[in-house]
């Protein structure tokens, strides 16, 4: 019965509940098009900077996601939320994964083309 309750507390300590980061503004505004190219960018290089690549993996799939299915992916990678909009996060290991607001949601100042 103590194990089931230290299990639950230690899954509690770590689960951070998630949230889209707060509006922001790029530098100069974008296109669409343009802010795939960053992200796509960012996921091809970010996993050499360090860190697991299935975690990397993890977090794309998380910032790619909805709200409730980005939070069920976190938790299942075992990812320690630090900033609860993603854009700072642990492994299990201690490693820092950092991930730029551009991959988790639009600038408000994004081109919206016809």
């Given amino acids: 019965m103590g194990c089931t309750g230290s299990k639950r507390t230690r899954g509690d300590e770590n689960a951070k509940k998630i949230r889209k980061p707060k509006p922001w503004k790029h530098s100069e505004p974008i296109t669409r098009i343009q802010l795939m190219e960053m992200r796509d960018e960012f996921w091809d290089t970010a996993p050499h900077y360090g860190g697991r690549k299935e975690i990397w993996d993890a ?3 998380a910032a790619e996601a909805e709200l409730i299915l980005a939070q069920a992916i976190i ?3 075992g ?3 630090q900033n609860d909009d993603l854009t700072i996060c642990y492994d299990e290991r201690g490693a820092k994964y950092e991930l730029p ?3 988790l949601s639009e ?3 994004l081109i919206h083309e016809n």
Avoid: E, G, Q, T
């Fill in 59 to 61: 977090l794309r799939a």
């Fill in 75 to 77: 938790d299942s990678a």
């Fill in 79 to 81: 990812v320690i939320v």
């Fill in 101 to 103: 607001k551009y991959v």
């Fill in 107 to 109: 600038p408000i100042n």
